[in-house]
C-alpha cells in the first residue's frame, strides 16, 4: 500500500471515531456512510471509481465502527437509486426490507462494493433511519438519517480531497412551551 493509501485509510478511521464519539451512539445503532472514492481521489463525483481506493476507506471506518459495537451501512450510489448495504443482522433487527443486488463498483459504488464484499452476512436494503452519518464527498446522506438531523463538526474536515460533512440525530421536540425535555444533550 502507498503512503497516500495509508493516509486516506488513517483520515477515514479518524473521521469515524471523532463522529462516533461525538454522536455517542450506543452499541447495535446504525451509522451510514456515504462514499465517493473519485471524490476522495480528487476527480469528480463518479467519474473514476476506485475498488482499492474504496477497500482503504471501508477499512478505516469499519475498524472504528467495529470498536464502538454500531452497526456500519453503506450507502449506494444513485444508480441503485442510494440503497444500503449493512449486515443482515442489522436489517432483521430494526425490521427492514432486504432487497436483491449486489453493488458493483460502477453500479452502487466502489465503497458499497466493498462493504459486501468485507460484511459477514451482507444484504442490501432501501431505506434506513440512522442514528448519525458520513457523508464523503457530496453524497447525500441525508435521507437515511432519522427525522432530526444536527450537524456535527469535527476536526478532520476532508478524507483524501473529498470534502466531509456529519450529522447525529436527536429525538424530536414534542410539547411546546409547557413540556420539559431531557437535558442529557440530546
Do not use: W
Not at 450537524?151 to 410539547?175: M, S
Amino acid at each position: 500500500m502507498t503512503e497516500e493509501m495509508t493516509i486516506i485509510g488513517e483520515e477515514a478511521y479518524r473521521a469515524a471515531k471523532e463522529l462516533l464519539e461525538a454522536a455517542r451512539l450506543e452499541p447495535g445503532e446504525l451509522f451510514v456512510v456515504g462514499c465517493s472514492t473519485s471524490e476522495v481521489a480528487g476527480a469528480g463525483i463518479g467519474s473514476f471509481s476506485s475498488p482499492e481506493l474504496a477497500e482503504v476507506v471501508f477499512g478505516g471506518i469499519y475498524q472504528a465502527t467495529e470498536e464502538a459495537g454500531v452497526y456500519l451501512a453503506a450507502q449506494c450510489c444513485e444508480h441503485l437509486n442510494r440503497a444500503l448495504v449493512l449486515e443482515k443482522e442489522a436489517a432483521v433487527k430494526y425490521g427492514y426490507e432486504i432487497v436483491n443486488v449486489v453493488p458493483q463498483p460502477k453500479a452502487g459504488g466502489s465503497f458499497a462494493t466493498a462493504a459486501y464484499k468485507a460484511f459477514e452476512n451482507p444484504v442490501a436494503v432501501e431505506h434506513i433511519r440512522a442514528h448519525a452519518g458520513l457523508d464523503i464527498g457530496d453524497t447525500l446522506i441525508g435521507m437515511h438519517l432519522k427525522d432530526v438531523a444536527v450537524p456535527v463538526r469535527i476536526r478532520t474536515v476532508a478524507i483524501g480531497d473529498a470534502h466531509v460533512v456529519c450529522a447525529r440525530t436527536r429525538p424530536k421536540y414534542i410539547g411546546g412551551s409547557r413540556a420539559a425535555y431531557d437535558g442529557e444533550g440530546l
